[in-house]
């Protein structure tokens, strides 16, 4: 079969989506694919624009990855399509076709008003727009947004953020007005008032004026008003880019864009349209979830399959300014006969209507303002039969029927078209929380609204209820550290006595270690509890493949004098150890046997060591880079950080491992965004991201607040920990710890910001109860000689080295040798299974 | 010495071995992982057969369902105390041991494969 060319114009979300899901789908290479793209960046989440201005990069927009069988183009914008040769024009060179599939989006409609062109004006559409308003906002003070609609107030939300008195001007009578209705629009406005964006509605902009230096520096209404601003943003709706078809004579929708089947096919057979710039059956959709609908279609296609677009699902729910809107549907009941329900709470501040059919059995769509909790469950209802009565349906979070009620053919994830029947299957073999069902249907994987839902199902099979950490526990890790604080229970065997069955094993009783450590209630090697102790935190040293141990000594935000790193040096030439410098900026010294462990720690304490915790689960260590003292970039004291925060938390047990990092500046050389905190210096303070984790499934953190000052930031920093500590699942990092909460990063915002569970205090006194009570594992090891007998290789042969730990040279170092340089020390046991490792 | 009976051989005294955890020992040059659980005494080879690694003695004790288990410290596999076998592994063993104990002193003889 020869390969077909295959070239798309236009690297969007929507482009970026076809390009994926044909890829995805044409396993047996039948198209050879050629990108071409406008800007000289591949695709970007332009939906997630705004968050620039919260301190998010660029980078973390990116939606683009880089396929072997995808060549991509940019910087390259599209000049002609010639539809007789099937060939397509950049300004530098031609691309031959077999099929073409246009993405070419569309442009932001800036009305033809007086001074529309003047300098300090500008649109809001890429990262290029975006990178002007802020260089332009220097030293401006005022700033004015033509649009209310959803681009318009997230415009405004981001001059607000860049510090600008802002006002935003709308033509129609209320904000929003395509997605809500008037009394919710009236709801909308006294919310945005509120923040101090103040609105003119009802009124268009007649022109703009320039100040002394020629840069804007009014608005005149047509009501006569005037608004001062130095910088202004139009935002009044978006254009298809559709000049390449027009010119290649190809049909046009009534309004614009390509005209296309329910195919995404145009009027040329070989020619195809996604996205904003393509008009399905005559209309354009300006939303993401029809574009990646349109994507998915044609990718299907063009491998032979006979897909077709859905009614194009133009659900909208977002947080503007700290508000909740969301609407579906019919929302402004359109539909002949259709009635509407609205709820209006002006205590908690809450807009909601429903239209339903004229014989009020079906669900036809809604409005929410200020709580969209109802959102998933009511988007994935629209067109059924009402799964409540319509007031227990916008009745607060959790109240309601939920998802178990919801038919199997309703879209629970609508941007990724998966049905409740999909998530039953995907849980029926075997998808048991979250994180899994996500990745394997997709659902809640692009806006994450129906991430409840998935929990609400999950429930509904019987599989989402918290499960017993094992068969000696029917209770979660979160229930067993509730009990175990709440009842002051300080030993397993009353606690596997009293809720428990059986003898314990290595699930449970290390979880138990764990928490009566982090409980801070003693050493872990005293009494009973010794007992319970993965081997590594029983010899405070991790084991090796060999049956010998590491040790790592903290060396807190890598900072070490040369005296000792010469005492490190000393010591592991002294004991023979093989010598590696670790990730986390220590060292570790490996090949140490049982006996010798107490031997090295002795000579690491008296040179002022301690315990670098990498046996436990618990803070590992917090990374930095050199930071203003020495860097010329540096805008904090990075190292200075790092080592307050790793001497505060050391020693912190926890469900998993903890690493952080402290980055002095912006370009981020402490890899913060890779860890469970990461800190990032800024000029005005430091940003906090959470959540991040290298490893098997790598993951860059999340912003989670921004400019703190240190002392804000080591409170958030306190309450994260202690909040993941006592909730967090066995070995869960904190990355699928966020992941596996409704609400993901809203809610750890509201508990650990907001106080939402009235619970900060309790966490604030749990890590000041942490800090005082520290001391070092090693040290108090080494004073005490009943911990000490545990430390032999033999119990009735103490002097002898246990002869199986054998080694062979490396690279100058000494190695674990392996089986066949051993020399077998041991009789070897007659009769003993072969085993495959 | 294949096909003599062997001898008890005096280890240590029983305060040495905590309950729920266990301790290597060197017996005629045999690594032996010594258990004591709450109600009993049991004696393992020290050596993992997945690892080759002699570490068992540093396991974690606990049970499964009836069965008292030692998890193996490198990969977790769980091992029966009383028969050395297995329990995730199908055909893996490690030998296992007699062992007493008399006047407070733990005691061991070595088993032999037939």
Known sequence: MRQGRLVVVGNGMVGQRFVDALCARDSDGRWRVTVLGEEPRPAYDRVRLSALFDGVGAAELNLHTPDPRVRLRLGAPVTTIDRTRRVVTTTADEYPYDALVLATGSYPFVPPIDGVDLPGVFTYRTLDDLAAIRAHARGCRRGAVIGGGLLGLEAANALRLLGLVTTVVEFAPRLMPVQVDTAGGALLRRYVEELGVACHLGVATSALRPGPDGAVARLELADGGRVDADLVVVAAGIRPRDELARAADLPLGRRGGVLVDRACRSADERIWAVGECAAVDGTCHGLVAPGYAMAETVADRLVGGAATVPDADTATKLKLLGVDVASFGDAHGTTPGSLDVTFTDPATRVYAKLVLSDDAQTLLGGVLVGDADAYPTLRASVGQALPAAPLALLAPAGAGPGAAALPGSTQVCSCNAVTRADLDAAIAGGAADVPTLKACTRAGTSCGSCVPMLRQLLDAAGVGQPRGLCEHFEVSRQELFDLIRVRGIRTFSRLIAEYGRGDGCDICKPVVASILASLGTGHLLDGERASLQDTNDHFLANLQRDGSYSVVPRIPGGEITPEKLIVLGEVARDFALYTKITGGQRIDLLGARVEQLPQIWRRLVNAGFESGHAYGKALRTVKSCVGSTWCRYGVQDSVGLAIALELRYRGLRAPHKIKAAVSGCARECAEARGKDFGIIATDAGWNLYVGGNGGFRPRHADLFATDLTTEALVRLVDRFLMYYIRTADRLQRTAAWIEAMDRGLEHLSAVIVDDSLGLCAELDAAIAHHVGSYSDEWRDVLEDPARLGRFTSFVNAPEVPDPSIRFTEERGQRVPARAGETGNQQPVGLGMPQVRR | ?114
């Open chain 2, 1 to 114: 010495m294949t096909g003599q009976p062997r001898g008890w051989t005096v280890v240590c005294p029983l305060t040495r071995l905590d309950p729920g955890r266990g301790v290597a020992a060197l017996v005629d040059g045999v690594q032996v992982a010594l258990f004591r659980t709450a109600a009993n005494l049991f004696a393992l080879d020290n050596r993992d057969p997945v690892t080759d690694a002699y570490v068992l003695s540093r396991g974690i004790v606990g049970s499964r369902g009836e069965v008292p288990t030692v998890a193996s410290p490198l990969h977790k596999q769980a091992y029966d105390l009383r028969t050395g076998d297995c329990l995730d592994l199908p055909g893996v063993a490690v030998r296992w041991h007699e062992v007493r104990c008399r006047a407070g002193l733990v005691e061991v003889r070595l088993r032999e494969e037939a």
